[in-house]
């Protein structure tokens, strides 16, 4: 149940927010930091009370039938991977309110109804254990994401916004095509109609279908992630979001594409997904190192940003395709450093927008004189960027990589390379923003309390994580060793007998845990 | 008697279709096209007779005089109609009725 | 007949005698107010009328009706749409020039055409269905006189109806030929002794085929389409793309299926092939338009292409995704043409697109209601067009129309960038502050509306359910 | 009784975090104190650490304190371990007791500087970084510290960082060196796939088990670590950043750039040297590294004009030196070298930076002139260093590292007399360039006037260092000559003595032919530029010259090799090429909605026209199925 209780609060907060928005703004402002703030105490509770299992069982669970005629239930259910997401989750959400609290002074009710609706958006596609209610969640985060962006966003606000919805729909509406055909697979080979992910997880398929069905869903989770080439909606979406977007997608929505490829492409077809392995860490090898390389190009201080985003995100397909504990582990640890540490540079630069309305780092140079906090927390990010140990990226990046070394020599060499070239671009940030000759006569001010409460709270999580990961690294097993034992015990049994038939279990809805 | 084969008959009526067809594509003045369209629907009724009396049936000819009167309401207000378009265009020409267009406009 | 035909046929007695009742009344004393109370009642009456037939049903009123539980959900969706269409209208009317009482009785005229179509199961019934609701429609349309726009396109769709109308005669003509049955049913059974179909026949089914497409607007016979929703009055244009078309879709599918049309080949290829160009037709056409009510003109092109997925799936699946689907089309179609008219009323005509700009600042709760159809009709969770699209896929690749299905996903996408005009504008700031406020019950068919796609939206399940139990 | 490790890094780190939080609230003098007082107090911890090692060696020469465990998944394990042991501990010393004297300069030297608290931020971040560097007891411990002392190299670098300049040189020092530390991590990943563990006891041990000697996956991995080392050390072919990188105050080139960092290279190949044993074509390759950077670096010292310059690129040749060391398998005398350079490099350096200094940031040598009088104490410290770094036979410390590294060059099983007379020749060059220096300075007719004296924080570490210069060496003499061996006995626990080929030479012929190299080289430079000689001005600007003083070119191919196709492909692609796919889409489906839209013009006609085409061609197609 509470699991539900997460997202009804998000969504009604949205609606509170936004109807008291009319009168004050504060209020909204309040409201919606109050339903993210008990959504994390909530959870801090309940994880408090019942701890976490090391086992594969569901930490939460909750289900009751939605359109019980096709199989659609409401099921969600919790795991270490959704609990760590989760908590990132409103991590990232009360920084992007705060950081709002000056930034956004337009339609300040329906701004924070956006922010909450994305949110529980993100959190539903995060515990969906149902293929249908994950799709309707998958959407469901677009449409505010997509008015915070054409409303709230810069010049090119309008444009960056189509761009980000199409390109996500129309990947979202080939998996939707992928889940139908999923459905109607396992059907046909059960005469069992159900979206429910854990009935669906070991259908058997014939090789072509896994394949096409794999795609679907894959194109869907590269698009979000991005991939190269399938990342042109995210410099332009980034730039032009307002900075509570640009976190939001960088630290959380680019997540859901990195936690769809962890809970669905792998476990749901690990077969195609083998196949698909070499080509997946090409992609990968391929985004870290163009995605840095464009990082580099740009003058946009944004738009940069936004592309080491794609770079970094080339390490999370590269980790998912390496199929081994310590890889995955590494792509876990990626979502949340990177989430913390690009939405903090994000931040930074919507911060240094407010101040002297510009992104243009040829515009910028010798900041630190005036703003030295500002230039201190620009330099921890810089240094998370490119992997500096003792932060999380670079616990991300070496698991990751050690995990891919070995499955790929190759390709994690090659994706070594990606350590140069983040280091190329993130200390021509530094140098570009804060060092130099100051040839300008800004007047800033450095951070506010407020804004070195949200910064602050980002670094200490991102050192924290760095030097002390093994409490994520522990919550996150149980689930990744599901999604790996998915995978091999396909492998085993294929081994065993090709022609042996996995699933002939019989499913009766009836067996499903109503409430945990 | 002189039969007729049904397949002659149903072309008879095909031509005077394709003749109200024609003559619609043709005539510019909206006055002649509603007589084409007249024809048309004739045509169509002329059908309906013959495969009624193929098959030996009342249906058809019943069916003809709906038609007529069907045929009979549309051209009322089909007249009404011309006479409004006259009153704003002060013509008949069906080409003049092109201001409902797109624009080509973003 | 018997008293149990005419208990049957009440909603039709109703709304047969509501328009002479109103001409009566007129004689009388011209009294807006009162006609259109009187309307209201006369849809109410009716739409309760239903529940009375409900327990009769299936029942067949030989040769010409058939009154089954499938009718009497789409009378149900034609009379709750011409419901919300009459006070649409009645607001919208309200503010023209003299002998507006008028409107109403067609308006029932059409109404009326309407609901024999869906209950028709014979030639001779379809053809009187379809000439009624067309030619209250050419009135209709044409109604405001004092405007150009208004006789054009008036005068447009007559001449290309009554053409279409000449195929349709002559191609029912041309079946009846060939089977000696003007019966549905009867059709079907000749048809199923044939081994190959004649070429009268099949001559008579496409042409029988452009009568349908025509009013359903399919690709190639959707030209006028654009023409008339732009120069009809808006709640006119409500009226044709939700109770004419809904209307002309029910005796579709009842046709289709009773001959098991998607057993053919060439006519399952012929409708493939019309379905798939009307998507992208219409999508296409729909990009660049800056006129609001043409834009929703080629929208429907496509939204009615996707729909002939339901019927070529050729399963009952099909059918209630059909229902569905047109069920939530309506209740989307009327919110965005229920805000046009609405808006019309109070800045003259609201048709470009620019009209919109800036619309969330003046009057949020408009700017919301116009997203969420368009949101709907785009197909986005929680509305209505999502599930009802869900579900028509569903149908579609159950059946394995994996090539109509994969299009509408394309088409989804190129829809999406012409839908996010609407809704972006609307969220753009304007410099042009105009107070829009809206009558009460404007805002109540609005909220009715809402309440609608958001229901359909997110508990889908009920309205499935008695679709599934209906049938 | 060893709990205390922890704390030799920790208090560094401790002392920077709390000035860079509240380095704005505190007063100057706490920020010295504190900056200064922290690596004192790791300086003495260390002491006494070495004392009790000493006094109770463990039996496997080293223990290890667990502070946490950092990570552990899918079979790796990482600990925030320490690790002590001979080789650490004389690091450590040399870290805290080096740095401790060059904090205290500091005080002075940066005393006018508005960064005042933030250089003393860096500063101790960079020591406890390097102490972690040389304690953690795994590779990836210890790649933390390798990364976190080029981040404070790169901070302090560019601690000026008003001039972009400066900030250039930081940048590359970091991005050069990144190059090296990402073959080092992939390394690091090969080992641990191979041997499942990145514990470096451990690893030994199994590299030792598991591999041949010459077995491929060792010399690979020993190469990718050399890689790492190489960029740190600033050896070819990664040398280029250090000349830049006398960008940073001089107090950071001394401890930086001269007296810590640059050495990790030859502590990370020193720690591992059981791979390096492993794969005997990598050694050899860090030998011949070592020599040809030691004379090419020797070369361009031979030509600079700025101060730093001279002793950067001396540095390299240094390193260079305990390179050509490790390489011929003389791993304590590399340590001893790393040392010794650590106490006249450091000695120098800070010389150099009082003269420039109180020479208002004047750089270039040939500026200067006549300041023995004026600046006495520091002339004479550094003659002294300078004396240690020509190699002045018999009383300075460099004589005798130094002479260790040419014997075993030319001894040892690994050597030969190419590498010998590479170190040799080296050493010559050495003993020019320095008294170059001395001469060009200190002698000659002055042409700069100091503005004031130099106050006692900054002449103390000069005389201590001064001190030791001279008196170092003492600790570990010749077999021939004394045979005081202390060093490499302590030393003898963690890392083997070098193994001599064959029959024994004479080791005092080798000494007296370097003494002579060294006495020579200082006459050259007396002749050549105290005496003014002609050849000096001709050769200095002739193309040789030229080249060397440009590094032998290096910047000029990298830049054409690497940084101009980089950034011609970055601006050509600025845009992205991939949107154009999309673009191009989106243009095409633009073009279909005009081109169907022209059907769309309002003629009725027309609309019956294609309402019967249609009709027509389904027709057609129905009819012919």
Redesign the interface.
Known sequence: MILLYLIIILMAGGVLAWLLGKRSAISSRIISLAAVSIDLILIIIAILQNGIPDDKKWIFEYSVSWIPKLGISLHLAMDGLSLLMLFLTFFLGLIAILISWKEIQKSVGFFHFNILWILSGIIGVFLSMDLFLFYFFWEVMLIPMYFLISIWGHENRIYASYKFFIFTQASGLLMFLAILGLYLAHGNATGYYTFDYQQLLGTTYNPTIEMLLMCGFLIAFIVKLPVVPFHNWLPDAHTEAPTAGSLILAGLMLKTGAYGLLRFVVPLFPHASQIFAPFGMILGVIGILYGAKLAFSQTDLKRLVAYTSVSHMGFVILGVYAFNELAYQGVVMQMIAHGISTGALFVLVGQLYERIHTRDINKMGGLWEQVPIMGTMGLVFAMASLGLPGLGNFIAEFLTLVGTFKANILMASLASVGLIAATIYSLRIVQKVFLGKKDNDYKMKDLSIREMVAMGSLVVAIIFIGLYPQPVINTAKPALMKTLNAKQEYYQSQKVDDSVILNNRTCSPDTRKLNK | MVTVSLEVQILFAGLLFLIGLVGLLVRRNIIFMLMSIEIMLNSAGLVFVIAGSHWAQADGQVMFIFILTVAAAEVSVGLALILQMYHHFKTLDADALNTLRDKNER | MTALDFICLAPFLLLASAPIIIMLTITITRNIKVVYGFSLLMFLLSFISLFIVAPYIPHVIAPLFIIDSYSLLFLAIIIFAGFLITILSYIYISQQGDDKEEYFIILFVAALGASVLVVANHFISFFLGLETLSISLYILVAYIKTRSYSIEAGVKFLVIASVASAFLLFGMGLIYTATGSMNFKGVASALGSLHALSPILLTGFVMLLVGIGFKLALVPFHMWLPDVYQGAPAPVTALIATISKGAVLAIALRFFMDIQGFNNQAIFIALSAIAIISMFTGNLLALNQGNLKRMLAYSSIAHFGYLLITLLAGSTEGIHSAIFYIASYIITTLGAFGIISLLSVCSGNADSIDDYKGLFYKNPFMAIVMSLAMLSLAGIPLTAGFIAKFYLVLAGVKSGLWLLAFSLVINSVISLYYYLRVVTTMFTTSDQVKPSTIPLMGNLVLVVIVIGILFLGILPAWVSDIIASLS | MTAYIPFIPAIPLLSSLII?LFG?ILSKKIVAFLGVGSVSLSAIITIIAGINFISSTPENGSYTVTV?????????SAN?AFSVDALSLIFCFVITFVGALIHLYSVEFMDHDEGFA?FFAYMNLFVSSMLILVLADNL?LM??G???VG?CS??LI?FW????EN??A??KA??VT??G??AM??GL??L??NLGTLNINELMQQASLKWAVSSPLAILSAALLLGGALGKSAQLPLQTWLPDAMAGPSPVSALIHAATMVTAGVYLIARTHVLFALAPAVQAAVAVIGAATLIIAGFSALTQHDFKRVLAYSTISQIGYMFLALGVGAWSAAVFHFMIHAFFKALLFLGAGAVIHLLHHEHDMFKMGGLWKKLPIIFITFLIGSASLAALPLISAGFYSKDAILWFAWSSTNGSKWLWLAAYFGAFITSIYTFRMIFVTFFGEAKTEPTHKPGKLMTIPLVVLAIISLIGGFIELPENFGHFQIFSRFLSTTLPSVQLAGESHNELLFQILSAIASLLGIYLAYLLYFKKSSFAESFSNSQLANFFYKGWQFDWLYDKVFVKP?VW???I??N?F??K??TAIAKA??F???L????????????????????V???T???N?
């Open positions: 860079i704005r946490w465990n950092w990570l552990t998944t899918g079979g790796f925030i933030r990836l790649y933390l390798w990364e976190g981040l790169y901070l560019g960082y008003k001039e972009p900030g250039y930081a940048r970091f991005i990144r190059v530390d990402t991590i992939i990943f090969l641990f796939i980089l492909l970055s601006e692609n600025k992205d991939v949107d796919i999309y489906t633009e279909l909605n005009s169907l839209s022209r059907t769309q013009q309002g003629r009725l006609r027309w609309y019956v026209m294609v309402l019967t085409a249609g009709v061609i389904i027709l197609f129905m009819l199925l």
